[in-house]
């Protein structure tokens, strides 16, 4: 049986990717940070689960999470780097430390969470790596300059790291999702959420469901011949 560690998957796309992979046979390893509440009752809604606290954007949380994967389950076949937290600010209002936050938890949790995962990848020689980044990574957003370059960062590091670890048959590939239904959106207002649908070809938003069915393919065989891509989950908005 496979074993996939989900970053963030207390809540929105990350608690939907854990039910997707459990569904599909996976041992799945639900990692949280705040949400204990939430995480605790995924897990037990769902089969072959372990839920692990750890702060990913710390190495001794990151280092934390893949030894405990290792630890239950024996091994990491799928990792999804998936913890994130958006910041909605001017760059003229974005401070030093808030910028650098959105950094640690959005970049460095994916680099370290890489790191640690891709040593058992590299001996088993097969794994996969799936990064969350964002649209606007892609196309950049207004008034969201650092979380817009957080997640162009990791698009950078999935292209870079799938050509490091190709050799070693373990594939690295991102999805850059367009505006979810979660709590990241929930300071959205109504007109907001309509003038995004209004940009969105497929005229409404996505659900966490639509984003954990794309991870999921990435993830399997029907993916084998697939790394170092971008996978718009976004309605066609770009
Ligand atoms: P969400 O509902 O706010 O959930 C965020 C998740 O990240 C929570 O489970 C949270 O866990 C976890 N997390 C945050 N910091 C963490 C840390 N330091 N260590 C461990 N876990 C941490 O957000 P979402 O919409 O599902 O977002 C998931 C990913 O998709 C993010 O990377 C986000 O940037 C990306 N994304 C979202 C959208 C969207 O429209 N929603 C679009 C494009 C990309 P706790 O609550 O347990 O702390």
Request: charged share 20%; hydrophobic share 45%; with cysteine.
């Given at each position: 049986?496979?074993?996939?560690?989900?970053?963030?998957?207390s809540?929105?796309?990350?608690?939907a990717?854990?039910?997707?992979?459990?569904?599909a046979?996976y041992?799945?390893?639900?990692n949280?940070?705040?949400?204990?509440?939430?995480?605790?009752a995924?897990?037990?809604?769902?089969?072959?689960?372990?839920?692990?606290?750890?702060?990913?954007?710390?190495?001794?949380?990151?280092?934390?999470?893949?030894?405990?994967?290792?630890?239950?389950?024996?091994g990491?076949?799928?990792?999804?780097n998936?913890?994130g937290?958006?910041l909605?600010?001017?760059?003229?209002d974005?401070?030093?430390?808030?910028?650098?936050?959105?950094?640690?938890?959005?970049v460095?949790?994916?680099?370290?969470c890489?790191?640690?995962?891709?040593?058992?990848?590299?001996?088993?020689?097969?794994?996969?790596?799936?990064?969350?980044?964002?649209?606007?990574?892609?196309?950049?957003?207004?008034?969201?300059?650092?979380?817009?370059?957080?997640?162009?960062a990791?698009?950078?590091?999935?292209?870079?790291?799938?050509?490091?670890?190709?050799?070693?048959?373990?594939?690295?590939?991102?999805?850059?999702?367009?505006?979810?239904d979660?709590?990241?959106?929930?300071?959205?207002?109504?007109?907001?959420k309509?003038?995004?649908?209004d940009?969105t070809?497929?005229?409404?938003?996505?659900?966490?469901?639509?984003v954990?069915?794309?991870?999921?393919?990435?993830?399997?065989?029907?993916?084998?011949?697939?790394?170092?891509?971008?996978?718009?989950?976004?309605?066609?908005?770009?």
């Amino acid at each position: 049986m496979k074993t996939a560690v989900i970053t963030g998957a207390s809540r929105g796309i990350g608690a939907a990717t854990a039910r997707a992979f459990s569904k599909a046979g996976y041992n799945v390893v639900i990692n949280y940070n705040k949400s204990e509440k939430e995480a605790f009752a995924l897990c037990k809604e769902l089969e072959n689960a372990v839920c692990v606290k750890a702060d990913v954007s710390t190495e001794e949380g990151a280092r934390l999470l893949i030894s405990e994967a290792a630890r239950v389950f024996g091994g990491v076949d799928v990792l999804v780097n998936n913890a994130g937290e958006a910041l909605c600010k001017m760059v003229s209002d974005t401070s030093l430390s808030e910028w650098k936050r959105l950094f640690a938890v959005n970049v460095e949790s994916t680099f370290l969470c890489s790191k640690f995962a891709s040593e058992y990848m590299v001996r088993q020689k097969s794994g996969r790596i799936i990064n969350v980044s964002s649209m606007w990574g892609v196309k950049g957003a207004s008034v969201e300059a650092a979380y817009s370059a957080s997640k162009a960062a990791v698009i950078g590091f999935t292209k870079a790291l799938a050509r490091e670890l190709g050799p070693s048959g373990i594939t690295v590939s991102a999805v850059a999702p367009g505006v979810i239904d979660t709590d990241m959106n929930a300071h959205l207002s109504d007109a907001d959420k309509r003038a995004l649908c209004d940009e969105t070809p497929l005229c409404r938003i996505g659900t966490p469901e639509e984003v954990a069915a794309a991870i999921l393919w990435l993830a399997s065989d029907a993916a084998s011949f697939v790394t170092a891509q971008v996978l718009g989950v976004d309605g066609g908005f770009i």
